[in-house]
């Protein structure tokens, strides 16, 4: 599956990848389409198995604090937002850890990694303290190697403390810190905890201030001392950008971090995405950029490519993939000097003697023309493949680009038809709205 990797109409930010079994499961929030707050009053499980990661099945609610008619379903204290959960299984048992806004957060149990999850506990604590007030945001959770459990979690500073493996929710005394990762330079730590355990190091992988990034920092304790190490992956690169959550996970034998990216024009409508990442001998994660690719090696250019896979839109601050329904979400706002791309695709050996291929666009028409300049690898003079020109009524716009052999990125950029006064006229004005596109022979 390439990205987002979840089905169209699925909106889970805040992933916590598991491996539970033969399956890959992702914990996340639940964003509401056209919301203008952060989350649900309910959390959703989806898993794939590990031999077939384009095959992600839902597996309905997990966790509930509000029913559809406002009464409060599984927590009896409060109807508020559930944030950023985290799963962990011991002896057998599967626990969420959830955060629910402004209220305690909580402990439930279930005999299967998919839920349903039935609440235990508040965590049970003797804590006094300004970073907490009983709500552990965002936790994130380590069963060690030797059966002690840690809970991670903070929101402009961090803390930590261990729980008793016996019920899974009571904070053992004495063993509370705060300023796990120090909130100054170079670690500058936001939110978003999620612990991880390779060979012998403890990885936290966590949001610094500047929210589009995923960071990490490791230690030979998990109680740190913390070391820096650097960002995983950005989701503001050439792309509107926002909070980040998400962590790391080996799928037979491949490391994968798992994030969110935003759509709608909103930080509160993100959508779950993946990328390929190598931990290497030293512990060290080199940064990988933020691809259309998914689960997959390389996306293939002669299927349909919707718009929504696009990575790269830049050139307008405006520009943006959004929902118009269930089965529509176009890129909109497109105007004079927008860019969209994806990367990458793999187009193949050279088998035709013709030095051309033929390019698909479908559009929404906005009542103007111009045209769509197509670049390979880079936004260049040299680099531009063809020139496909579109006009107030297009729905379809076809027409020919230099032939591409090998794996390649995709870029397009749009450039306005209207000369002298009428140029300037018309530069603000949006030129159409892009749904898909596809190559062909």
Same mark, same amino acid.
């Given at each position: 599956?390439?990205?987002? $990797?979840?089905?169209?109409?699925?909106?889970?930010?805040?992933?916590?990848?598991?491996?539970?079994?033969?399956?890959?499961?992702?914990?996340?929030?639940?964003?509401?389409?056209?919301?203008? &707050? /952060?989350?649900?009053?309910?959390?959703?499980?989806?898993?794939?198995?590990?031999?077939?990661?384009? %095959?992600?099945? &839902?597996?309905?609610?997990?966790?509930?604090?509000?029913?559809?008619?406002?009464?409060?379903?599984?927590?009896?204290?409060?109807?508020? @937002?559930?944030?950023?959960?985290?799963?962990?299984?011991?002896?057998?048992?599967? $626990?969420?850890?959830?955060?629910?806004?402004?209220?305690?957060?909580?402990?439930?149990?279930?005999?299967?990694?998919?839920?349903?999850?039935?609440?235990?506990?508040?965590?049970?604590?003797?804590?006094?303290?300004?970073?907490?007030?009983?709500?552990?945001?965002?936790?994130?959770?380590?069963?060690?190697?030797? =059966?002690?459990? $840690?809970?991670?979690?903070?929101?402009?500073?961090?803390?930590?403390?261990?729980? +008793?493996?016996?019920?899974? $929710?009571?904070?053992?005394?004495?063993?509370?810190?705060?300023?796990?990762?120090?909130?100054?330079?170079?670690?500058?730590?936001? @939110?978003?905890?999620?612990?991880?355990?390779?060979?012998?190091?403890?990885?936290?992988?966590?949001?610094?201030?500047?929210?589009?990034?995923?960071?990490?920092?490791?230690?030979?304790?998990?109680?740190?001392?913390?070391?820096?190490?650097?960002?995983?992956?950005?989701?503001?690169?050439?792309?509107?950008?926002?909070?980040?959550?998400?962590?790391?996970?080996?799928?037979?034998?491949?490391?994968?971090?798992?994030?969110?990216?935003?759509?709608?024009?909103?930080?509160?409508?993100?959508?779950?995405?993946?990328?390929?990442?190598?931990?290497?001998?030293?512990?060290?994660?080199?940064?990988?950029?933020?691809?259309?690719?998914?689960?997959?090696?390389?996306?293939?250019?002669? +299927?349909?490519?919707?718009?929504?896979?696009? &990575?790269?839109?830049?050139?307008?601050?405006?520009?943006?993939?959004?929902?118009?329904?269930?089965?529509?979400?176009?890129?909109?706002?497109?105007?004079?000097?927008?860019? /969209?791309?994806?990367?990458? /695709?793999?187009? =193949?050996?050279?088998?035709?003697?013709?030095?051309?291929?033929?390019?698909?666009?479908?559009?929404?028409?906005?009542?103007?023309?111009?045209?769509? %300049?197509?670049?390979?690898?880079?936004?260049?003079?040299?680099?531009?493949? =063809?020139?496909?020109?579109?006009?107030?009524?297009?729905?379809?716009?076809?027409?020919?680009?230099?032939?591409?052999?090998?794996?390649?990125?995709?870029?397009?950029?749009?450039?306005?038809?209207?000369?002298?006064?009428?140029?300037?006229?018309?530069?603000?004005?949006?030129?159409?709205?892009?749904?898909?596109?596809?190559?062909?022979?």
């Amino acid at each position: 599956m390439a990205n987002p $990797y979840l089905p169209n109409w699925e909106y889970i930010p805040d992933g916590e990848p598991r491996v539970f079994g033969d399956r890959i499961y992702v914990y996340g929030s639940h964003d509401r389409v056209g919301s203008d &707050c /952060f989350c649900d009053y309910k959390l959703k499980v989806w898993s794939a198995p590990l031999n077939n990661l384009n %095959q992600w099945v &839902c597996h309905g609610d997990a966790f509930k604090t509000r029913s559809k008619s406002g009464e409060n379903i599984d927590v009896d204290y409060s109807g508020k @937002e559930l944030y950023a959960p985290d799963v962990v299984e011991k002896d057998g048992k599967y $626990y969420l850890y959830a955060y629910i806004l402004e209220s305690k957060g909580c402990v439930a149990v279930s005999d299967r990694p998919e839920g349903p999850f039935e609440f235990i506990s508040t965590y049970k604590y003797d804590i006094k303290d300004h970073y907490d007030n009983g709500t552990f945001i965002d936790p994130g959770v380590l069963v060690d190697d030797d =059966g002690r459990v $840690y809970v991670y979690c903070g929101f402009l500073g961090s803390y930590m403390c261990e729980l +008793n493996p016996e019920n899974m $929710y009571e904070v053992i005394n004495e063993t509370y810190l705060t300023d796990i990762i120090p909130v100054e330079e170079p670690f500058e730590f936001f @939110e978003a905890c999620s612990p991880r355990k390779i060979g012998n190091t403890y990885y936290l992988i966590y949001s610094p201030k500047n929210g589009n990034r995923l960071a990490y920092a490791t230690a030979d304790s998990p109680r740190g001392p913390f070391t820096y190490r650097g960002y995983i992956v950005s989701n503001g690169e050439d792309y509107p950008g926002g909070n980040d959550h998400g962590s790391i996970v080996n799928i037979k034998g491949q490391w994968y971090i798992f994030y969110h990216r935003m759509t709608d024009g909103s930080i509160t409508s993100r959508r779950a995405c993946v990328e390929k990442i190598n931990v290497l001998p030293d512990g060290s994660i080199p940064t990988v950029e933020m691809t259309s690719l998914g689960f997959e090696e390389s996306l293939n250019p002669y +299927n349909i490519t919707p718009a929504e896979t696009a &990575c790269v839109l830049k050139g307008n601050e405006d520009l943006m993939i959004t929902e118009y329904d269930i089965f529509t979400r176009p890129i909109i706002n497109i105007k004079e000097g927008s860019i /969209f791309g994806w990367k990458y /695709f793999d187009f =193949g050996e050279d088998y035709t003697k013709d030095d051309y291929m033929y390019l698909a666009l479908n559009i929404i028409p906005r009542g103007c023309y111009g045209k769509v %300049q197509v670049f390979v690898d880079e936004v260049k003079d040299e680099n531009l493949i =063809g020139e496909l020109d579109f006009n107030k009524e297009s729905k379809v716009v076809k027409g020919k680009v230099k032939k591409l052999t090998g794996r390649h990125a995709i870029y397009m950029k749009v450039v306005n038809g209207y000369k002298n006064w009428c140029k300037d006229l018309f530069a603000n004005r949006d030129m159409f709205d892009f749904l898909s596109f596809v190559f062909m022979k």
